[in-house]
């Protein structure tokens, strides 16, 4: 059922000649939020991507129930600050960021 990376070649845009960038949206992620497997799925496959030259990143929302202080998260300013429309009103949204012990990947939080 997981995904294995074993057959996965380095995939280069052919346009500019540099790696693939790959946004990952989920509704959770492994270790930050797990409530089914799709947790670890979303922890896995992104990872195998990386290790085989692709930049990954994962944006997931922040729930109330993810420790911001135990795993690490961050806000980034520079995403930071910009105004969605929700309904009839404009409300700030906050990016924060954190990493995946062990792993080098990137995970973006949207917090509001």
């Not at 997981?2 to 960038?21: A, D, E, H, W």
């Not at 990952?24 to 496959?45: C, G, H, M, W």
């Not at 429309?85 to 949207?110: C, H, M, R, W």
Request: charged share 25%; aromatic share 8%.
């Amino acid at each position: 059922m997981y995904f294995c990376g074993s057959f996965l070649v380095q995939i280069i845009n052919p346009r500019t000649m540099s790696k693939l960038r790959i946004l990952y949206v989920a509704s959770e992620i492994n270790p930050f939020l797990q409530t089914s497997e799709v947790a670890d799925f979303v922890r896995k496959l992104p990872q195998a991507m990386q290790e085989k030259g692709m930049e990954i990143r994962i944006l997931v929302p922040r729930f109330g129930i993810i420790n911001e202080r135990k795993n690490r998260l961050h806000e980034v300013v520079r995403l930071s600050g910009i105004n969605i429309a929700v309904g009839d009103e404009e409300k700030p949204l906050t990016i924060k960021v954190a990493s995946i012990p062990n792993a080098k990947l990137q995970v973006y939080f949207i917090d509001n």
